[in-house]
């Protein structure tokens, strides 16, 4: 008998690491997007909008988008 052997337990244990490794990539663009727009640093092209922010701003989109896509996958009504 072989670990895995069976299609649907590969299928399975695939859809568990692809949900983990979004989830964990959204939480690293939310977390470094809302780092990014907190900091103090980076040069300014205009007073109220810079270069951080809009970087900021993206990362954190990403990271969101990312969450939505992952909450949307557990929560589908499987069949």
Known sequence: ???????????FV???????????????????????LVSDG????EEPVGPAVILGGTLFLFGFVLAARALAVVFRRRD
């Open 1 to 11: 008998m072989r670990w895995l052997a069976d299609p649907d337990d590969r299928a």
């Open 14 to 36: 695939s859809g568990i690491v692809d949900q983990a490794v979004t989830t964990v990539l959204a939480s690293v663009l939310a977390v470094s997007g809302v780092l990014v």
């Open 42 to 45: 980076g040069a300014a092209l």
